[in-house]
């Protein structure tokens, strides 16, 4: 069993517990549930293209930053040109809560991401009444008409949905309800990271969608590198929350674009 494979049987038992706990009603009546989304597609388009991402650990580098609190790294973030945030909000796995979310969702007018494993209709509803804008579908962790389902699903919400793949087999995953495909450079299965993916399944993504290159973007030369293949959003999140100040990191690594 892959640390994927964990991962996914821990959120269908968190899931089920979530639902005997809070119902469809109570999650719909959020302050927050009615707002519109921000436009992943504009924030990345007229902005930096960087999305960049609170990550307190991993499963693969455990604690990345115990102490920086996310409401201060969100205003950073902003302050510094992001396009957009991402936010954790798996618990077991990478420290993350949806109190987490909240704080920046509070904080900033950016497109905020909740970042988390998406394998059921309910957590969608859950993603809306936390304030968030997009949500993320890892084709490895669901059927292509699972995926089309939650797409679907996620847009009549008036959610932005990023479609995270990693490999060719999982081209048939994009549909019609996604806003952005995302190319993951870490394998999920073994950890491993490498741009040479999204460099590899680039021409093989329509135009018709965003294109994100996801993980192992270090220095601007890598971007500089991935945007000649077609992409225009860039997914950072440990080079950042690594560093003591991750703002003061972003925004250094921005006025260098």
């Known amino acids: 069993m892959t640390i994927l494979d964990k991962i996914n049987a821990n959120k269908l038992i968190e899931i089920e517990?979530?639902?005997?706990?809070?119902?469809?009603?109570?999650l719909e009546s959020s302050v927050l549930?009615?707002?519109k989304c921000i436009s992943l597609r504009d924030a990345i388009l007229n902005k930096s293209g960087i999305i960049a991402e609170f990550k307190r650990q991993s499963p693969s580098k455990g604690i990345i930053n115990g102490v920086s609190k996310p409401e201060d790294v969100a205003m950073a973030y902003e302050n510094a040109g992001v396009s957009a945030m991402s936010c954790l909000t798996d618990l077991n796995y990478f420290g993350g809560t949806f109190a987490d979310l909240k704080a920046v969702r509070a904080a900033v007018e950016l497109p905020v991401l909740r970042k988390d494993f998406m394998l059921d209709e309910y957590q969608l509803l859950e993603a809306k009444s936390i304030g968030a804008d997009i949500i993320l579908l890892i084709a490895s962790s669901l059927s292509v008409a699972k995926t089309n389902d939650m797409a679907k699903a996620a847009k009549a919400l008036g959610l932005n949905v990023l479609l995270e793949i990693h490999e060719d087999s999982e081209l048939a995953h994009i549909n019609q309800y996604c806003d952005a495909v995302g190319v993951n450079n870490r394998n999920l299965k073994t950890f491993e990271v490498t741009t040479d993916v999204?460099?590899?399944?680039?021409n093989k993504i329509p135009?018709?969608?965003?294109?994100?290159?996801?993980?192992?973007?270090?220095?601007?030369e890598a971007i500089q590198d991935l945007k000649t293949y077609g992409y225009q959003g860039f997914l950072i999140g440990e080079n950042f929350m690594k560093t003591e100040n991750p703002g003061a990191s972003c925004a250094e690594f921005i006025n260098k674009l």
Request: positive net charge; aromatic residues 6%; glycine residues 4%.
């Open 207 to 220: 135009n018709d969608f965003i294109k994100v290159s996801e993980s192992g973007i270090s220095n601007v």
């Open 198 to 202: 999204s460099k590899a399944l680039a």
């Open 33 to 35: 549930f009615d707002r």
């Open 17 to 26: 517990a979530a639902k005997a706990k809070v119902s469809v009603a109570d």
